[in-house]
């Protein structure tokens, strides 16, 4: 390498190093700042799809607060304490089609589950309200379930059971 080649090449190394540090410095003192909206970029998001909220109210369910029942059955306060009354009533006796509100008259959750326990293999195959939280209700159909007669239990405290019989 000649001496003219060394120095166009350190020339060109410098003039690298001074648009560095140029642009560094420019492009740093334009940070972009939060509430400016005036960009010539800037675009308004399109409004969300309308069906989004739509379809999620039509997904939910029969509300327990206001089906008109059949028949009630109640979780008694204190239910959660072995010994204690828990469904009433103990054997409750409907219509097939009857729909069945399930209040939860205890502080703690608690559910009405088809079956003898959790090693039952029919546990919840017939009906299930799943975790009803306390001092609210749940629903149970019976629409489809066979005429016959079924245990219940809560799965929570499998020692609450009951019996509901399908007409
Ligand atoms: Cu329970």
Redesign the pocket.
């Given at each position: 390498m000649g001496l003219n080649e060394k120095i166009i090449f350190l020339g060109i190394l410098g003039i690298g190093a001074i648009v560095g540090v140029i642009s560094f410095t420019l492009f740093s003192d334009l940070p972009p700042t939060p509430g400016n909206t005036k960009s010539i970029y800037r675009q308004d998001l399109p409004p969300p799809p309308p069906t989004a909220q739509a379809s999620s109210s039509t997904e939910s369910k029969v509300d327990p607060a206001t089906v008109k029942a059949d028949a009630t059955l109640t979780i008694l306060e204190g239910?959660?304490t072995q010994g204690n009354p828990d469904y009433d009533p103990k054997e409750l006796s409907v219509k097939k089609g009857n729909i069945i509100k399930v209040e939860n008259a205890d502080s703690?959750p608690?559910?009405v589950t088809n079956g003898e326990g959790a090693n039952d293999p029919n546990s919840a195959k017939i009906f299930d309200t799943s975790l009803i939280m306390g001092g609210e209700a749940g629903i149970l159909q019976t629409e489809e379930i066979d005429a016959g007669e079924y245990t219940y239990y809560?799965t929570?405290?499998p020692y609450?059971t009951g019996s509901l019989k399908v007409e």
């Amino acid at each position: 390498m000649g001496l003219n080649e060394k120095i166009i090449f350190l020339g060109i190394l410098g003039i690298g190093a001074i648009v560095g540090v140029i642009s560094f410095t420019l492009f740093s003192d334009l940070p972009p700042t939060p509430g400016n909206t005036k960009s010539i970029y800037r675009q308004d998001l399109p409004p969300p799809p309308p069906t989004a909220q739509a379809s999620s109210s039509t997904e939910s369910k029969v509300d327990p607060a206001t089906v008109k029942a059949d028949a009630t059955l109640t979780i008694l306060e204190g239910a959660a304490t072995q010994g204690n009354p828990d469904y009433d009533p103990k054997e409750l006796s409907v219509k097939k089609g009857n729909i069945i509100k399930v209040e939860n008259a205890d502080s703690l959750p608690h559910t009405v589950t088809n079956g003898e326990g959790a090693n039952d293999p029919n546990s919840a195959k017939i009906f299930d309200t799943s975790l009803i939280m306390g001092g609210e209700a749940g629903i149970l159909q019976t629409e489809e379930i066979d005429a016959g007669e079924y245990t219940y239990y809560c799965t929570v405290h499998p020692y609450m059971t009951g019996s509901l019989k399908v007409e």
